[in-house]
């Protein structure tokens, strides 16, 4: 069982350039060890005859397949803007260029 010392933590803060108070610094030790602790169990139980996943249900792809179609005619698409010129939408100048 691995043992995070409150010193470790106050270092390791020190280094951060945490502060942290005397109170912080034991809560901190006590829950960085079960995080340690936690991490050493699934260590156990992750051999190599465990197969690695991602995700603990199978998934698969449900998005249509992605086949092009034609797009909207220009004159559609025109149709709906406040103002166009040359087949393009005509927005207020903002930049005072030319």
Do not use: C, K, W, Y
Request: without cysteine; glycine residues 6%.
């Amino acid at each position: 069982m691995s043992t995070i010392s409150r010193d470790e933590v106050a270092r390791v803060a020190a280094l951060a350039r945490i502060d942290l108070r005397p109170d912080e610094v034991d809560r901190l030790a006590g829950e960085l060890d079960v995080i340690v602790d936690a991490i050493a169990r699934v260590s156990e139980v992750a051999t190599p005859d465990v197969p690695a996943t991602s995700h603990p249900l199978p998934m698969t792809n449900v998005f249509r397949e992605d086949v092009p179609e034609p797009g909207l005619p220009v004159d559609d698409v025109m149709a709906g803007a406040p103002a166009s010129e040359d087949g393009r939408f005509l927005v207020p100048q903002i930049l005072g260029e030319e």
